[in-house]
C-alpha cells in the first residue's frame, strides 16, 4: 500500500477534530463575552444564542418528529404482524373430510378475522416504510412485494391483491367463499406468502428500534453551548461550578 494515500478514515477524523476546535474556540469567545460583558450585552448575546437553537431545533425537531411517528408506526405494525402470523400458522393440519361442519366453519371465521388483522397491520408498516427514505425500507419494501408477486395466483384467488404502493386490497366476499382447506394452504403453511412476511416483520421492527433510538438520542441530547472550561455558557451566568473561582 502506497505511504502517499492517506486513508480516508483518518483524513475524516482530521476535519472532525478540526470542527469541533473551531466549535469550542466560538463557545469560548461566546462564554467570555457573556462573562465579562455588561448585562445589556449579556442578555443580547444569549438572546442571539436562544434565537438560533430555536430556528435550528424547530426544523430539527419538526424532522425528528415525523421520523419517530413513522418508525413507531413501523415497529407497532411490524409486531402486530407478526402476532398474526403467529395465529395463522398455528392451526395445525388438518383432515378436513374428518372435521364436522362447525369444526370448519369456526376455522374459515378465524382466519378471515386474522388475515383481515394481518392485511390492516401490514398496510400500516408499507405506508411507514415509504414515509421512510432509506435503503434498508426500500429493500424491504422489494422483498415485501416479491413475497406478494411468488404467490400472486393463489393470493388473488382469495380477494387479495397488491396496490402500486406495495400496500394490499382485500375482498371480503371472495374470501367467505374459500374453503378451509384452501385458507390453509395459502395463509397458513410455512413458506407462504404470510410465513415470508412474518419473519421479514422481525426485521422490520429491529430497523424501526434502532432508528428510534438515535432519533430520541437526537432529541433529548439537545443541542449546548459550552465556555472554555466545558461548562454551559448559561451555567457560567447562574454561577455554576465551573464558574466558581479558585
Do not use: C
Amino acid at each position: 500500500m502506497s505511504t502517499n494515500k492517506i486513508n480516508p478514515l483518518i483524513t475524516q477524523n482530521r476535519l472532525l477534530s478540526q470542527a469541533r476546535s473551531r466549535a469550542r474556540a466560538q463557545s469560548a469567545a461566546t462564554g467570555q463575552a457573556l462573562l465579562g460583558g455588561s448585562n445589556n450585552n449579556k442578555d443580547s448575546v444569549i438572546n442571539s444564542i436562544n434565537n438560533k437553537a430555536g430556528k435550528q431545533n424547530a426544523n430539527v425537531s419538526e424532522a425528528d418528529r415525523k421520523s419517530k411517528e413513522n418508525y413507531t408506526t413501523m415497529k407497532d405494525a411490524a409486531e402486530n404482524v407478526k402476532k398474526h402470523v403467529k395465529n395463522l400458522l398455528l392451526w395445525p393440519e388438518k383432515k378436513w373430510d374428518e372435521m364436522t361442519e362447525d369444526e370448519i366453519a369456526e376455522y374459515r371465521v378465524d382466519a378471515r378475522k386474522e388475515i383481515t388483522g394481518l392485511i390492516d397491520e401490514y398496510n400500516k408498516m408499507i405506508k411507514s416504510m415509504s414515509a421512510e427514505e432509506s435503503k434498508v425500507n426500500e429493500i424491504y419494501l422489494k422483498q415485501m412485494k416479491g413475497y406478494f408477486q411468488n404467490a400472486k395466483k393463489d393470493l388473488e384467488s382469495l380477494g387479495i391483491t397488491q396496490k402500486e404502493d406495495g400496500t394490499l386490497s382485500l375482498d371480503q366476499e371472495r374470501l367467505k367463499e374459500a374453503d378451509a382447506e384452501t385458507l390453509k394452504k395459502v395463509l397458513g403453511s410455512e413458506g407462504t406468502f404470510v410465513d415470508d412476511i412474518g419473519k421479514r416483520a422481525e426485521n422490520v421492527i429491529s430497523n424501526a428500534e434502532t432508528n428510534l433510538a438515535v432519533i430520541n438520542k437526537s432529541i433529548y441530547a439537545g443541542n449546548y453551548t459550552y465556555n472554555q472550561y466545558g461548562s454551559d455558557v448559561f451555567e457560567a451566568l447562574l454561577g455554576g461550578k465551573y464558574n466558581s473561582k479558585v
